[in-house]
């Protein structure tokens, strides 16, 4: 599949994506309306949808109905984007400009973002424990905790302390490995798993899902890191170059640019062996990984 098929239905999904998104997320109205303008602001104002689209294509592999893997992904991407508009705060990266327009702190300050986060935090969780997304409570559980796991202080929350932690100082690629699998990773595994357990998966499958989710996560860090260094700001829609100005250990200046690119394509080959257990349903999910090493943005 060449990288346009795939960046087609790619955006097909997002569009199913915001569409979920734009009903859920609350209307700004009442004298709480900052906030919920912000969450608005923040959510719908692009993105890949990657983490959705990824929910949604190992959701299939189960033939679950795309509604919930759509409202599992909504959920998600709550979290992914709470994610974002903490981390361009000026306490953490400090940065002006996130998918193409004015961070959150920007546009409105640095009070509403934080709660702008808090609340897309809860709002997703609010999410998944609606009947709307699986009949089924003990799913809907298995979904909260899972989803918890991923984000909280031994998943993302604890990948973002170690790398606020790690600013000037020298680190190892192990080190750096386990920072991006729990700031990065963990939220991708769970897209991957989400679709699984929304599917009953068997444990075998389960396996193959987050044996492949695993190296899907660290090709797209590492892909992330050379972006920084080769992209635009226009095309990659946030400041390029922040790592590198910053003197932040990144794979790519730890392992040099071209030993990161071959990295990256070997993890991404790597996760498309995973999928073997899976038959033509799971093509999608090969595509994404070849399309984490080739994008622009
Ligand atoms: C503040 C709790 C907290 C966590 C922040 C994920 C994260 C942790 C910070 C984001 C910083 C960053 C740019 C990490 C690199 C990888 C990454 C998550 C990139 C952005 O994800 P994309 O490319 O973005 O999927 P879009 O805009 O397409 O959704």
Do not use: W
Request: glycine content about 8%; overall charge negative; some cysteine.
């Amino acid at each position: 599949m060449s990288n346009s098929q795939f960046e087609k239905v790619l955006a097909e999904t997002a569009g199913k994506v915001e569409a979920v998104l734009e009903n859920l997320l609350p209307r700004a109205e009442g004298p709480e309306a900052q906030v919920l303008d912000a969450m608005r602001y923040a959510t719908l104002g692009g993105g890949k949808r990657f983490r959705p689209f990824l929910a949604c294509e190992s959701a299939r592999l189960f033939d679950v109905q795309d509604a919930c893997a759509l409202r599992v992904g909504a959920a998600i991407e709550c979290i992914h984007t709470y994610s974002l508009v903490h981390d361009d705060l000026p306490c953490m990266d400090d940065d002006d400009l996130r998918r193409g327009q004015p961070t959150v702190h920007r546009e409105y300050d640095e009070a509403t973002a934080v709660l702008t986060g808090d609340a897309l935090l809860t709002l997703a969780f609010e999410i998944l424990a609606d009947e709307d997304t699986h009949e089924d409570h003990r799913i809907r559980c298995k979904l909260v905790s899972r989803l918890a796991a991923a984000s909280g202080g031994h998943g993302m929350v604890g990948g973002q302390m170690i790398d606020l932690a790690s600013e000037g100082k020298d680190i190892n690629i192990g080190s750096i490995t386990r920072l991006q699998q729990l700031k990065t990773g963990a939220l991708i595994a769970v897209s991957c798993e989400a679709g699984g357990i929304l599917g009953r998966a068997s444990p075998e499958a389960l396996h193959a899902l987050h044996a492949y989710a695993h190296d899907l996560g660290l090709a797209f860090q590492i892909a992330d890191d050379l972006l920084d260094i080769e992209g635009e700001t226009e095309t990659i829609g946030k400041t390029a170059g922040k790592d590198q100005n910053a003197g932040k250990a990144t794979f790519v200046s730890i392992l040099g640019l071209e030993r990161a690119r071959a990295q990256a394509r070997m993890l991404s080959d790597q996760a498309i062996k995973h999928l073997d257990p899976f038959d033509d349903r799971a093509d999608m999910l090969r595509a994404a990984a070849q399309f984490v090493v080739d994008r622009q943005n």
